[in-house]
């Protein structure tokens, strides 16, 4: 195949309210080539779900597309009536949430949810879907499958349960999985299994994934690229190792250096952005990063960056970091 | 302290324990419904949170537990402030049992309350919505007794200002504040009453890296500049590094290594531990592939007999499977597994 899989052109998301419209996403372009990982990182409120929620079509009103396109194996996605985006969720692209336990349906057993969403997608009898469903629940790590077909969402431990749900996002050969915090919810030693999981199942179906995450290293053991969003833009996006070990944007480098790690000297002090993340009614104009920046000149307040190419990534900034770090 | 029964693993030169814990558990009765009682001669359900855990804090020391959900760590922590009822042992501030305390006399266990402050997870659940932060911040100082209420202004100013936030802030509700500096609210809070034992469950996992690290240097210094005795949990042993001096690891209900941090996270002994060791993620070691985890917490109602960690465990044999390990000291380090005791690892 040729061309990307994905395509999201100056995407703009609003919010009217009360006090005005707020802008949320503003100008957000990116790609998804077919088989790759890309991860999106950004503090709560940068405008990572909602990207992944536009995607899909699932904006929760009065939140809407006001801008730009969104475009799948070059098709727009974006402008669909509602029947046909139903029908590309779940067919095209496969969603995986944070919560396993509001993802499915507490009233109906694993084996239902699985092959209804099976034979809605798919041509296929009942005795074939459920062969399907498990053969899909053992692709995803669960023990005895035929066995667990007939139990509810309740009886599976938080783990098993975002097993069901990549099982179920990936029912109906999805070309593109948006995964949306899938391990937040999760304890650290049965994060390292769905993040396992979730790469080995989406390379074996040969989908692309977009992984939406807080969690630097989650993406940094999980993603081809990624994509570093502040105050609802796309401040810097690259090769996952070249956007972690030199980053451009200060934004991305004061990010990468307030994650706690194993390796440096004990007792050291966390490095620390000062401030905060601004709010949507009170975005700084020019480069949204400027007041925290530690290299922020005039040209910042009053002209906005778009991304450009600094050595192997592109970063929306005035003065990005040319020199790598002394390793 | 020896001669309580309880181990110590702090260097002889440390100043006295402020906060101890000896032989602490709580078992939680669970509720079973009439008809398995009648039909399958079902008994209640009993969890054992946490069960015959024992440590010291110095001051100025930080003690952290780590362990994965439902360890029992949060109970852990509610016990050291009597939140909650011991079902075995005690807990002991200053040399004053916990719940004698503040189940006996009125003054003494306002006194006690005063000593010892805790901070919770979730910001949002925390501050009442309805309270100027002022009030949430002067609460403690008044029902304490411990300034004329024409003074609170200048104190609560001042303790704002200690934690980074603004005089402004006084007249403002909790949700006009982001989480990172609710959370500061309720360091004020704690740290008003000047106590000596502070308790930290979770601060910052409701938090942003970038936040996260604010937050975690301010408790540092704070924790630092007033020599206060800490414990810190967290499900995070990558966070515990950046603030404990000793690090305890919990598993169902019990500690199964507790250490000091440079010993902890140079040389981990107990199989758990390197197993939670490995499977943090890390940004900048490319060479170190996550460990492939085998298994979940086991089901707390019906915990594996012997060792509690056995079924996951890469190490386990016939003993570990009945007989379960004692946490034995070895060097400043105490451990409780078979493997290690034996030599095996």
Redesign the interface.
């Known amino acids: 195949m040729s061309g990307p899989l994905l395509e999201v052109r100056d995407l703009c998301v609003e919010f009217p309210t009360r006090h005005g419209t707020l802008r949320a996403l503003d100008g957000v372009s990116f790609d998804i080539a077919p088989g790759e990982i890309l991860g999106v990182v950004g503090e709560s409120g940068a405008g990572k779900s909602l990207t992944g929620a536009a995607i899909i079509g699932l904006l929760e009103p009065p939140g809407r597309v006001c801008g730009g396109q969104i475009l799948l194996e070059g098709r727009r996605i974006d402008d669909l009536p509602g029947e046909a985006m139903r029908r590309i969720r779940g067919k095209q692209i496969g969603a995986v949430f944070q919560d396993p336990l509001t993802a499915l349906n507490p009233l109906y057993t694993i084996g239902r949810q699985l092959t209804e969403t099976l034979r809605t997608h798919l041509p296929l009898g009942a005795a074939q879907a459920r062969e399907r469903a498990i053969d899909l629940l053992r692709q995803a790590g669960l023990p005895a499958p035929e066995a667990r077909l007939a139990q509810y969402p309740h009886e599976f431990s938080g783990g098993q349960r975002q097993r069901v749900v990549i099982a179920l996002a990936l029912a109906a050969e999805p070309k593109l999985v948006i995964a949306d915090e899938p391990t937040t919810a999760l304890d650290v030693a049965v994060q390292a299994q769905i993040i396992r999981l979730l790469r080995g199942v989406t390379q074996a179906h040969g989908a692309s994934v977009m992984l939406i995450t807080h969690d630097m290293g989650v993406i940094a053991e999980t993603c081809d690229r990624v994509a570093v969003m502040y105050a609802g833009r796309i401040v810097e996006i690259g090769p996952v190792r070249e956007v972690i070990e030199h980053p451009a944007h200060p934004y991305t480098a004061g990010l990468m250096a307030s994650v706690p790690s194993l390796d440096d000297a004990a007792g050291g002090r966390l490095a620390q952005i000062e401030g905060a993340l601004p709010r949507l009614d009170e975005i700084p104009s020019g480069c949204a990063f400027h007041p925290r920046c530690p290299k922020a000149s005039p040209r910042c307040s009053d002209e906005r960056p778009e991304l450009a190419l600094v050595r192997r990534t592109r970063a929306a900034c005035w003065w990005p970091i040319v020199e790598g770090p002394a390793s | 302290m020896t001669d309580h029964g309880v181990a110590s693993f702090e260097r002889p030169a440390m100043p006295e324990a402020v906060v101890e814990a000896r032989g602490l558990g709580k078992t939680y009765v669970m509720h079973t419904p009439w008809t398995d009682r009648l039909l399958r001669r079902a008994g209640p359900g009993r969890i054992d949170a946490v069960q015959d855990v024992s440590f010291a804090i110095a001051r100025g020391r930080t003690l952290a537990l780590v362990g994965?959900?439902g360890c029992g760590k949060s109970t852990l922590a509610r016990l050291m402030v009597g939140l909650e009822t011991p079902t075995a042992g005690s807990a002991w501030v200053d040399r004053q049992d916990v719940q004698a305390t503040l189940a006996g006399p009125a003054e003494a266990a306002r006194a006690l309350r005063r000593r010892m402050q805790m901070i919770f997870q979730d910001p949002y659940a925390s501050l009442n919505p309805r309270w100027h932060v002022g009030d949430i911040v002067a609460e403690p100082l008044l029902e304490q007794g411990l300034i004329p209420p024409a003074q609170a202004p200048a104190r609560v100013a001042a303790l704002l200002a200690s934690v980074g936030l603004k005089g402004v802030d006084v007249r403002r509700f909790p949700h006009q504040f982001?989480?990172?500096?609710r959370q500061r609210i309720s360091i004020a809070r704690a740290i008003a009453t000047s106590p000596e034992f502070l308790v930290c469950d979770e601060p910052t996992s409701a938090l942003?890296?970038?936040?996260?690290?604010?937050v975690?240097?301010l408790l540092?210094d704070l924790q630092r500049e007033r020599a206060l005795a800490c414990l810190f949990i967290s499900?995070?042993?990558?966070?515990v590094?950046?603030v404990a001096d000793d690090v305890g690891v919990m598993y169902l209900g019990r500690i199964l290594e507790l250490a000091p941090?440079?010993e902890l996270?140079a040389a981990p002994r107990h199989p758990y531990t390197r197993?939670?060791?490995a499977?943090?993620?890390?940004?900048?070691?490319?060479v170190r592939?996550?460990?492939?985890?085998l298994g979940?917490?086991p089901d707390p109602l019906a915990p594996p007999p012997g060792c509690a960690f056995h079924p996951r465990c890469p190490h386990a044999n016939e003993r570990c499977r009945v007989e379960r390990p004692a946490l034995l000291p070895s060097g400043a380090v105490q451990v409780a597994c078979h493997a290690v005791e034996e030599n095996r690892l």
């Not at chain 2, 499900?235 to 966070?239: A, D, E, G, Y």
């Not at chain 2, 499977?279 to 490319?286: E, M, N, T």
Request: no cysteine.
């Open positions: 994965e959900s982001s989480g990172g500096q942003d890296v970038s936040v996260q690290a604010q975690l240097n540092v499900h995070n042993l990558v966070v590094r950046y941090k440079a996270f197993m939670l060791l499977a943090v993620p890390d940004l900048r070691s490319r592939e996550r460990a492939p985890v979940e917490v």
